[in-house]
Each structure stands twice: as C-alpha cells, then as structure tokens.
C-alpha cells in the first residue's frame, strides 16, 4: 500500500470519527429541553432567521465588529481559508489532473488562511485583553488550524506534501469534536435561535 492510500485511508477513519463525535455533541445539544416562547409573536421568525444568516453577519450589523473592522476582516479570510483547505482535501486525489490555474487558487486561499489564522495567534499573544479571555483550548485550536492550512497551501506547492497534508488533515478532523472548533456545529444553531427569537418580537428582519 502506498503512502498516499495509507494517509487516505486515515483521513477517512478520522472523517468518520468526526463525524461520530459531532453527532454525539449535536445529540446532547438537542436532548436539552427549549422553553415556549410565552410571549405573542409581533413578527415572522422566518425574517428574523434570515436576516441572521445574511445582512446579520455583515460588518456594520455589530457595534463589535464596526469598532475592530480589520480584526473581522481577519477573521474572514481564516474561515475562507478554512473552507478552502477543506475542499483541498476533496480533490487531493485528483491533484495531478488539475489544471494550474486552479493550482494556483487553492495556493493563495490556503495561504491567506494560514496568515490569518497566523496573525490570530499573535493577537491572542500581543493583546493583553485577549490574553486575559483565551484558554489553553482557544491557542489549540486556532494553532492546529493555522498548521492544518500551512499544510494544505505545502500540497498545493508540492504534491510530494500530500501525506504531510493527510496527516494534519486526519489530526484536525478528530480534534473538531473534543476542542472549540466544534463551534462550527453550535454556530448554526446559535444563529437560528437569535433570529427567530428577535424575528418573533418584530426586532429583526
């Protein structure tokens, strides 16, 4: 067996693992009893959800992120990093029939999503009020992810990082439920009810 079948085939035990250890914490999460909203709608939830997962998350929405506009920015180009590394993955098997030009794309996302995730760090590290908030879990995550993307922009660079690129892929797809990044299963969900909830009480929307 190659060594490139071999991280393939870790990555899918890992992916599968992942995908046991979200269903357990979305399992929990639902299992907690919801409150009857008692009070009389005033508006349609419907708009207050969609304005959460849309106009919501615009910069100018949030008094946070209207105040710290380039921390946002930052952030943004980490998740679409994120979100590019991930569809490396995807089509890593496929990297020699890819043509150069989408080469080329995965390099730069990966790569911006590594600087921000990079710059994330030194953030928590620098700022003395970020410092104060962050745990040994927030550093571990935003680290392993950083890594994870460095990782995917050396594929891009190099096929020959393919089972470097496994390897941090398979790592970070087990650490998703057991650390903060499994934020990306909550996030949904937080979103959801804030919109309906507001939406109801004709506040959003």
Same mark, same amino acid.
Do not use: N
């Given at each position: 067996?190659?060594?490139? !079948? %071999?991280?393939?085939?870790?990555?899918?035990?890992?992916?599968?693992?992942?995908?046991?250890?979200?269903g357990w914490r979305l399992r929990r999460l639902l299992a907690h009893p919801s409150?009857?909203?008692?009070?009389?709608?005033?508006?349609? !939830?419907?708009?207050?959800?969609?304005? #959460?997962?849309?106009?919501?998350?615009?910069?100018?929405?949030?008094?946070?992120?209207?105040?710290?506009?380039?921390?946002?920015?930052?952030?943004?180009?980490?998740?679409?990093?994120?979100? !590019?590394?991930?569809?490396?993955?995807?089509?890593?098997?496929?990297?020699?029939?890819?043509?150069?030009?989408?080469?080329?794309?995965?390099?730069?996302?990966?790569?911006?999503?590594?600087?921000?995730?990079?710059?994330?760090?030194?953030?928590?590290? %620098?700022?003395?009020?970020?410092?104060? %908030?962050?745990?040994?879990?927030?550093?571990?995550?935003?680290?392993?992810?950083?890594?994870?993307?460095?990782?995917?922009? #050396?594929?891009?660079?190099?096929?020959? !990082?393919?089972?470097?690129?496994?390897?941090?892929?398979?790592?970070?797809?087990?650490?998703?439920?057991?650390?903060?990044?499994?934020?990306?299963?909550?996030?949904?969900?937080?979103?959801?009810?804030?919109?309906?909830?507001?939406?109801?009480?004709?506040? %959003?929307?």
């Amino acid at each position: 067996m190659s060594t490139t !079948a %071999l991280g393939g085939g870790i990555v899918l035990i890992a992916l599968a693992l992942c995908g046991v250890g979200l269903g357990w914490r979305l399992r929990r999460l639902l299992a907690h009893p919801s409150r009857p909203d008692r009070a009389p709608p005033r508006g349609a !939830a419907w708009r207050g959800i969609l304005y #959460a997962f849309t106009w919501g998350m615009m910069p100018w929405a949030k008094e946070s992120t209207r105040r710290h506009f380039l921390p946002y920015v930052r952030g943004v180009l980490f998740h679409i990093g994120i979100f !590019a590394t991930f569809a490396s993955l995807i089509v890593s098997p496929w990297r020699h029939a890819l043509p150069p030009t989408l080469a080329q794309v995965g390099l730069g996302l990966t790569l911006m999503g590594a600087l921000g995730g990079l710059i994330g760090v030194l953030m928590r590290i %620098l700022d003395e009020r970020l410092r104060a %908030l962050s745990h040994p879990d927030d550093y571990a995550a935003v680290v392993l992810v950083t890594a994870w993307q460095a990782a995917g922009t #050396a594929f891009w660079a190099d096929p020959g !990082a393919l089972p470097f690129f496994y390897g941090l892929s398979a790592l970070t797809l087990v650490a998703i439920p057991l650390t903060k990044i499994r934020h990306c299963l909550y996030f949904f969900f937080s979103r959801f009810f804030f919109g309906r909830f507001y939406g109801r009480r004709a506040v %959003l929307g």
